[in-house]
């Protein structure tokens, strides 16, 4: 059974940093790229940047690039999103999701985000 | 980027009822759309990819329809488990990957 199971809520203050991970079970890590997704309290969801755990390459949205890290260690199925300096407008849930491609009859190849984690919930406040 | 638009932004429906969600792109992305189903607390699910094909276990009262920059998701006999949010989200671009605004179905 395909799994991304992510770490627990946080709390934290304002320029503190943090690590929050997603750990894939039931498939091969490697196979799969990872995204992250931002919904901040009742609002919709905002792509943060994924990442090819097969050879680390990257891709952040501009809107992310520079306040966010991602990562990955393929050797615990473990992907990671980091912030050095968080802001309390990071206060949101993240989710990571399994991106899967699908091969259509048009022969096209189509992606979309077939597995999620739970979601970590950041909250960060003074 | 490719802005994604969502029409309406909440829609008030009965059980038994059919009822349509529409997503429009910027600019063409063919097929390469996807919906999403979300309930309160929990992580966004996947319906149909590539505008029209159902994902593994999504029951076939959901359909996807569309091609270029108009989409419709249509639920038909609705389920009071279908009471939710539903994103549409392209893969056509290079990165951003962008997200309509939701629709919330009460």
């Known amino acids: 059974e395909v799994q991304l199971v992510q770490s627990g809520a946080e709390v934290k203050k304002p320029g503190e940093s943090l690590r929050i991970s997603c750990e894939g079970s039931g498939y091969r890590f490697t196979t799969y790229k990872i995204s992250w997704v931002r919904q901040m309290p009742g609002k919709g969801l905002e792509w943060i940047g994924r990442i090819d755990p097969s050879d680390s390459y990257i891709n952040y949205s501009p809107s992310f690039e520079g306040h966010v890290t991602i990562s990955a260690d393929t050797s615990i199925s473990t992907a990671y999103l980091q912030w050095n300096n968080l802001k309390a407008s990071d206060t949101a849930i993240y989710y990571c999701?399994?991106?899967?491609?699908?091969?259509?009859?048009?022969?096209?190849?189509?992606?979309?985000?077939?597995?999620w984690g739970q979601g970590t919930m950041v909250t960060v406040s003074s | 980027d490719i802005q994604m638009t969502q029409s309406p932004s909440s829609l008030s429906a009965s059980v038994g009822d059919r009822v349509t969600i529409t997503c429009r792109a910027s600019?063409?992305?063919?097929?390469?759309l996807n919906w999403y189903q979300q309930k309160p607390g929990k992580a966004p699910k996947l319906l149909i990819y590539?505008?029209?094909s159902l994902h593994s276990g999504v029951p076939s009262r959901f359909r996807g329809s569309g091609s270029g920059t108009d989409f419709t998701l249509t639920i038909s006999n609705l389920q009071s488990e279908d009471f939710a949010t539903y994103y549409c989200q392209q893969s056509y671009s290079p990165p951003p990957i962008t997200f309509g605004q939701g629709t919330r179905l009460e």
């Open positions: 590539a505008a029209s």
């Open positions: 600019q063409s992305i063919r097929i390469f």
């Open positions: 999701a399994r991106r899967r491609s699908y091969d259509t009859s048009d022969s096209l190849t189509v992606h979309a985000f077939d597995f």
